[in-house]
């Protein structure tokens, strides 16, 4: 039996007896030849035959000339038989597709663009584009994904933003039904603090805590966190400030859930005749900043979870933890430049861009170091400054005149005692909340709304009875 495989192969000889493996032997020029080695070879020959192939496959999509000379492929089989593995550069013609601007109007109405990984995968492998009509397709179906996205992300901010400034019916239904109680029952309209606590308000041994919102409930849940976590209560003052409108429902709410032995006061803004004196009125840039009067109507929730009055200030006047160093660089990456419009020449002048920001919502403050300073006419001269300039020198809000009122007089304090982020933001966990001295639901998802993050809402409810009558009668419940 003769077998012509290659000239160098002249005959394969049968011979009896023993098993296959060893029934057959080669003769190679003039040499025998086991059968382990010329299998081996043929399976050599036969992966290097395929190899070569993918190469060339390649090379022609690439656009590139086949590999021809032993060169150029040792150059590719080299490195890979050395156990090593050469990168593969993307063609030039795809960045050059890639790279060119692409009319966004086109995309719309188009039906050939695939919509999603898997759709276009498989109309490559059907189709076998060559690199050009590759990456235009590539460049067509990521540019239609990123226009989605960008108008999905607008409609989100849109909808969180009015979920976030409405007032959802069970508060105002709170609203509404302490202010009925407020004018049917003397009980809701005792006098706050009673007349014997009075002297209180103004006496420097007690522990004084300052409250702005015109939301009863978040109100009620800052207030009790406040008490319920103090070491001392019965040395707590907390002035609760709230808008005319709201005055009613605040007064019964807390005649009617008193929390003593703290002392608890009740004022509206109209109380107070410096709100509506000095060349600026503090309530008349409030009607022309929509955002501070939002960010009043909203009403930030921030809940005390410890004793706050150990703090060192170092003679400064306000303590406040900083916004522009920490673990999360989502939250805690604010500085100055953030707020204040620094292409405008009169920021410029007076502040560096790079200077540190600091939170509102946990503040404490030396108020006779306050009084050793000029810092209530350096917030109305600035407020004036920002009226003439057509509101120009910074961002809307109640942070970036108080940045620049107290610049100078923070001192900075532990993050420890103020948490930021928990209503923009869910990485934040109810173990590490727990941690914190004081948690602030800043951002849009209060945890009153349905919008709340459901892992950070049990920290706010519970400082909520949800057996009382007038949140049951409203319908707020925990989740």
Not at 323 to 341: A, F, H, I, P, W
Not at 360 to 371: S, V
Not at 429 to 441: K, L, Q
Request: aromatic share 10%; hydrophobic share 40%; glycine share 6%.
């Amino acid at each position: 039996m003769q077998l012509h495989i290659s000239p160098s192969l002249r005959h394969v000889t049968v011979l009896p007896g023993k098993g296959v493996r060893d029934l057959i032997q080669v003769k190679v020029g003039g040499k025998k030849v086991s059968y382990r080695m010329l299998l081996y070879s043929l399976l050599f020959f036969t992966f290097l035959v395929r190899f070569v192939f993918v190469l060339s496959t390649v090379d022609s999509i690439d656009g590139e000339a086949r590999c021809s000379s032993l060169g150029c492929l040792g150059k590719r089989i080299g490195p890979r038989l050395l156990g090593r593995r050469m990168d593969q550069s993307v063609p030039e013609v795809m960045y050059k597709v890639l790279e060119q601007p692409i009319d966004k109007e086109e995309l719309q109405g188009r039906t050939d663009i695939p919509q999603t990984l898997e759709e276009f995968m498989a109309e490559v492998k059907d189709s076998r584009f060559d690199a050009r009509t590759f990456a235009l397709k590539l460049r067509e179906m990521v540019s239609l994904m990123e226009d989605r996205t960008r108008t999905a992300k607008i409609q989100e901010y849109l909808y969180r933003h009015v979920a976030s400034s409405s007032i959802p019916k069970q508060l105002h239904c709170l609203a509404l039904r302490l202010a009925n109680e407020h004018s049917t029952n003397a009980a809701a309209r005792l006098q706050l603090p009673s007349a014997e606590l009075v002297p209180a308000l103004v006496d420097n041994s007690y522990y004084h805590f300052v409250l702005a919102s015109d939301n009863v409930l978040a109100a009620a849940v800052v207030a009790a966190s406040i008490v319920r976590n103090a070491l001392r209560p019965q040395k707590f003052v907390i002035h609760i400030i709230t808008d005319r409108k709201t005055y009613y429902p605040m007064q019964a709410w807390f005649s009617l859930h008193p929390l003593s032995p703290a002392i608890v006061e009740v004022k509206a803004l109209h109380h107070f005749d410096w709100f509506s004196k000095g060349k600026v009125p503090v309530l008349e840039a409030m009607e022309k900043d929509q955002k501070v009067r939002s960010q009043f109507r909203g009403g930030s929730s921030a809940i005390v979870e410890n004793n706050i009055w150990d703090i060192d200030l170092n003679g400064k006047v306000n303590g406040a933890v900083e916004t522009c160093r920490g673990e999360d660089q989502y939250v805690m990456s604010k500085k100055l430049k953030n707020y204040l419009n620094f292409s405008h020449p009169l920021i410029a002048q007076h502040f560096n861009p790079e200077d540190c920001a600091w939170a509102y919502g946990m503040n404490i403050f030396d108020l006779e170091a306050w009084r050793n300073t000029n810092i209530s006419n350096t917030y109305h001269q600035w407020l004036e400054q920002n009226l003439k300039s057509d509101l120009s020198l910074w961002q809307l809000g109640t942070l970036p005149p108080g940045l620049i009122a107290f610049h100078g007089h923070v001192q900075a304090i532990d993050p420890f005692w103020h948490m930021l982020g928990l209503g923009y933001q869910e990485n934040t966990s109810y173990e590490d909340a727990e941690t914190a001295g004081v948690i602030h639901f800043n951002g849009r998802a209060k945890p009153w709304l349905d919008i709340a993050f459901p892992q950070l809402r049990p920290l706010w409810a519970k400082y909520v009875d949800f057996s009382d009558k007038f949140v049951k009668s409203c319908h707020i419940r925990a989740a």
